[in-house]
């Protein structure tokens, strides 16, 4: 994985932390002998639709993630030589269709776009197409060592960007999806490198 993968999500993170901070910064006091501006509407602003941006970047960033996740474990049902790797990808697929329902709903009430505003994007813990490619393209033993590392890495990484939710967050159900999602990570990394013949 390279610096900007590893970067990528505290970046996104922070900006979205400093996006709310600078929303909520006040104008300086107009000098002597100068008029005050007129106050502002409360019509004038528009708040984002989630309310709070850190929701709003996390959200954004976990259902890509999540999808291209679910891309590749859906290959691992016909190219997996691991019988037991293949039943956990199985497993996996699984949980993750159930948590993309419950994010994308999430995102619904949150008047979130459905557009991937990520799409193309290098980012830490996600699948990519090129990822993707190297999968199709894999065979066997080689094809396991992908898959493994690939979503060892995505569940490394959705974890931390959850956590990050957890604490940083403003809405309590996003929050609550977040801390969930961490214990489902938890548990699902270490059912991985339970299997026998993991790389690790």
């Not at 984002?48 to 291209?68: K, N």
Request: net charge negative; hydrophobic share 40%; charged share 20%.
């Amino acid at each position: 994985m390279n610096a900007a993968r590893r970067t990528g999500t505290s970046l996104l993170l922070g900006l979205a932390l400093l996006t709310g901070t600078a929303a909520c910064s006040t104008e300086p006091a107009p000098g002597p002998g100068v008029a005050a501006p007129p106050r502002p509407t409360a019509t004038a602003a528009a708040p984002t639709p989630s309310g709070h941006p850190t929701d709003s970047a996390w959200l954004q960033l976990m259902i890509p993630m999540d999808e291209g996740a679910v891309a590749l474990l859906d290959l691992a049902a016909a190219k997996s030589s691991d019988p037991a790797l293949r039943s956990f990808s199985a497993r996996l697929r699984t949980a993750h269709r159930t948590e993309l329902t419950a994010l994308t709903g999430l995102r619904e009430r949150m008047g979130l776009p459905d557009t991937d505003v990520h799409k193309g994007h290098e980012m830490p813990g996600m699948v990519t197409a090129t990822d993707l490619e190297r999968a199709e393209a894999a065979q066997g033993a080689a094809f396991d060592r992908l898959l493994v590392t690939e979503i060892r890495d995505h569940l490394r990484q959705s974890a931390q960007v959850s956590r990050s939710e957890t604490t940083a967050g403003g809405s309590a159900e996003a929050k609550e999806r977040a801390t969930a999602l961490v214990a489902a990570r938890e548990d699902q990394l270490a059912e991985l490198e339970e299997i026998p013949g993991v790389p690790g």
